[in-house]
């Protein structure tokens, strides 16, 4: 105990983490178990300590900020941490994102509207806002989508394929502004459901249904957070069918978060807690799925804005939990607040980004007109 307390002491002094100390990014520990938990379940041991009560700290999302610029994971002894090798081991053997395709709408997305409607923007985007000239997080989420509308040059009666779709608020947000019919897909019944009973009147059909089997042809595609979801043995066969949906002279636009090196499994705590199944894909593993089906017109990067949708979320969820605390324990609070803060902390590292990929089938004649 004392060695595994010595050497996770000496990682956090090394980011200016204090045990017991009073600055906002400093961690108090309830539980001595917890330096070895942390040294043999990694990630996975650090998320759950805190859920269960082993550890405070008054800003989670400075702690981790602190910790991921002195490189922590790289600090770690891989060797011993159990449930990395796990996870490792799973995302070789399986591919859990084609067989088990509908269980992140299951366990994430179909846990409640009424949290989601508390948490998120009037819209209920839940992906990065556009922070660029926006003070709110409505006015994030309306530029984001209107950013969206304006890179693929949206037009009146265009049919637009929405590949992850929410609960219909891009789709609901180009039919109004822009009057395109379209269809949008998505693995959460809840989601469906609300999406249908909200965009009524418009030319919108939201299908529960794996993009694999949706069939065709639209002028424009778009995915909107849902390429995290797709796992690094299918993002050439996720390409490949957007080639096979997207007419000829379509544009398809890819939102994903990005990871800064190719990985072939996401992180243990927040597979087994918030995004089952779910991996960061990296520029080289966009690259590649991509090679020979699509020309890259435009790759913007904005992950500097995540952190901020994230601590808007974030404040909104501690706001509304009074209201909805009789739906959901002290556990889930503390696992959804560290989810929150940890993902902000991250993107304010840089460790984490937040692309959007205009792409054509064979170049846009002339050149394409990159918009900011």
């Known amino acids: 105990m004392a060695s595994s307390e010595q050497f996770i002491r000496s990682i956090l002094e090394k980011a200016g983490i204090e045990v017991g100390g009073s600055r906002p990014w400093d961690i108090l520990i309830h539980n001595d178990a917890f330096y070895g938990r942390v040294i043999s379940q990694g990630t996975l041991g650090f998320g759950e300590a805190y859920m269960q009560g082993w550890w405070d700290c ?4 400075q702690l981790i900020f602190r910790l991921l610029q002195v490189d922590v994971l790289e600090l770690m002894p891989k ?3 159990i449930a990395l090798w796990v996870s490792l081991a799973r995302a070789f053997l399986f591919n859990r994102q084609r067989s088990r395709a509908f269980e992140v709408g299951e ?5 409640g509207n009424d949290l989601y409607s508390r948490m998120l923007d009037k819209r209920l985007i839940y992906s990065c806002g556009y922070w660029k000239d926006a003070e709110t997080l409505d006015q994030a989420q309306e530029a984001k989508l209107d950013l969206i509308c304006r890179k693929i040059g949206l037009e009146q009666g265009m049919r637009v394929l929405d590949i992850g779709s929410g609960w219909g608020g891009f789709l609901k947000f180009a ?3 822009y009057g395109i019919e379209g269809v949008g897909i998505t693995v959460s019944r809840e989601q469906r459901q609300y999406a249908e009973d909200s965009t009524q009147g418009l030319k919108l059909d939201f299908r529960l249904e794996d993009y694999h089997d949706t069939q065709g042809s639209f002028d424009r595609i778009v995915s909107v957070g849902m390429f995290e979801h797709v796992g690094y043995k299918n993002y050439r066969g996720y390409f490949e069918k957007a080639a096979q949906l997207l007419s ?3 544009l398809s636009l890819l939102h994903t978060i990005g990871g800064n090196e190719s990985v072939t499994h996401g992180d243990p705590w927040a597979e087994k807690y918030i995004f089952p199944n779910g991996m960061l894909p990296s520029m080289r593993q966009i690259a590649e799925g991509v090679e020979h089906l699509f020309v890259v017109e435009d790759w913007h990067n904005f992950g500097a804005d995540y952190d901020k949708t994230l601590m808007a979320w974030h404040a909104n969820f501690e706001a509304a939990w009074p209201d909805i605390s009789q739906t959901y324990d002290e556990v889930f609070h503390r696992m959804w607040r560290y989810y929150l803060l940890s993902f902000a902390g991250v993107f304010r590292a840089r460790r984490a980004q937040l ?3 205009v792409l054509s089938k064979d170049g846009i004649p002339g050149g394409y007109q990159t918009i900011r």
């Open 58 to 61: 008054p800003n989670v999302d």
């Open 79 to 81: 060797a011993r941490d």
């Open 107 to 111: 366990k994430h997305y179909d846990i």
């Open 175 to 177: 039919a109004e502004r």
């Open 248 to 250: 000829d002279r379509g």
């Open 355 to 357: 692309w959007q990929v």
